[in-house]
């Protein structure tokens, strides 16, 4: 008795469902257009302090000593090393003082904060006799040039702690830049900078190294370009392989659209809830988005079917379909969303984020067994294809897809 209420539930749904598809078909692109325009709110930015457990004592720690030192988040660190020899030599010497003088010029660093060997900060202090003391720059305003300049500006930097082994490596082969970003301050602009310098410097026997959390964020935003390509490759890659598999607009618009739907109903949650969509997470966004379309194509050949097994009617074939397919698709769906609510339990924002995005994502896609049958019977469908259809079943991709 149980299971025939069960039955008669599924059954009312997909024959309400079915009569008013075009009602629910307009309100899906109302939603659809509400969700898209929080989705243009969407903060899209790259936070370090998001990737680490806040409850850690160690975070605790970091978080104390910040306060007093500053956190570093706008250090950036310029290597220059010679490949062959030292950098005690005219040539090499009057390069880093080019490099040290072009990044003070650069409106978005700190000039006071700026440390190098060539910087006017850099002082020798020397004890001389009687008692008298001798504090001179290092390397400031003029670059040593005579063999005995050079010799002395070599003997003050190996001598001094302040220099040998911290500004200056101890073989000197190799020199620090520190530098001091501003705050708030251009990802992408940074990178540029900083590759400008880097390729305007390096040459056959000098190499510059860049390390620092801005030069970092800065890869990964220039990175943006190149992962929007693979993923316009890889939705080009997708149609194809759906129109290689069913020659039909029912299994490839209605995929794709119940696709785009889902995703903007994810991106439209985050951008309304006010939660970071990190470049980190394009991966995982385009993963779920492929998910869908799985689910969904599924639900389309389960529509081509019913419509050929019932006399090619789209309302039955629409009626059968949503009455098979709502309720394991929704048990999917529901398992897939609560594995990821799983990661609300980790104490790392990022993970957090994943989690309420990725879970708003996952269960849209419990529409899909409704709302795929729908826009199937607005789109046309060959009867000539039924006895083709018989023959060949679903297809290889088909076929497969229901295993993933």
């Not at 956190?71 to 290597?79: E, F, I, L, N, Y």
Request: glycine share 8%; hydrophobic share 50%.
């Amino acid at each position: 008795m149980n299971n025939d209420k069960k039955k008669n539930f599924w059954a009312r749904l997909a024959i309400v469902c079915t009569r008013f598809r075009l009602p629910i078909l307009l309100l899906t692109v109302v939603i659809t257009a509400t969700c898209l325009y929080g989705a243009m709110g969407l903060k899209n930015e790259l936070i370090l302090r998001d990737m680490f457990p806040h409850s850690h004592p160690y975070m605790a720690l970091h978080e104390r000593f910040s306060k007093v030192f500053g956190s570093g988040a706008s250090t950036v660190v310029v290597c220059m090393k010679v490949k062959d020899g030292d950098i005690f030599n005219a040539p090499t010497l009057h390069k880093i003082k080019k490099i040290s003088e072009e990044i003070e010029l650069w409106d978005e660093v700190y000039r006071s904060l700026t440390k190098s060997i060539a910087s006017k900060s850099s002082i020798v202090v020397n004890a001389l006799g009687g008692g008298v003391v001798s504090i001179e720059s290092l390397m400031w305003p003029r670059v040593p040039s005579t063999d005995k300049e050079l010799t002395r500006i070599e003997k003050n930097i190996r001598t001094s702690p302040a220099f040998n082994g911290t500004l200056v490596s101890e073989d000197g082969s190799a020199t620090l830049i520190f530098l001091e970003f501003r705050e708030n301050i251009s990802y992408e602009r940074v990178h540029q900078l900083l590759r400008g310098l880097a390729d305007e410097y390096t040459d056959d026997n000098t190499e510059i190294k860049i390390v620092g959390f801005p030069a970092l964020v800065g890869w990964i935003y220039n990175a943006r370009n190149n992962v929007k390509m693979v993923f316009l490759i890889s939705i080009f890659i997708l149609l194809a392989f759906l129109a290689i598999e069913g020659k039909r607009l029912s299994a490839m618009v209605a995929p794709l659209g119940v696709g785009l739907i889902s995703a903007a109903v994810g991106l439209g949650f985050a951008g309304y809830a006010g939660i970071n969509f990190s470049p980190l997470l394009y991966v995982a966004g385009f993963l779920i988005g492929a998910r869908k379309v799985s689910h969904s194509l599924q639900v389309a050949h389960r529509f081509r079917e019913e419509y050929f097994k019932n006399g090619c009617d789209k309302i039955i074939a629409c009626k059968e379909t949503i009455e098979a397919m709502v309720l394991p698709n929704l048990i999917g769906v529901v398992t897939d969303a609560a594995g990821f609510c799983v990661l609300l339990l980790a104490k790392i924002v990022l993970l957090q984020q994943i989690a309420m995005i990725m879970t708003v994502w996952m269960l849209g896609i419990g529409f899909a067994a409704i709302l795929t049958p729908i826009i199937c019977v607005y789109l046309p469908i060959k009867k000539s294809d039924g006895k083709a259809y018989a023959n060949k079943k679903n297809g290889w991709i088909a076929t497969t897809s229901a295993y993933i």
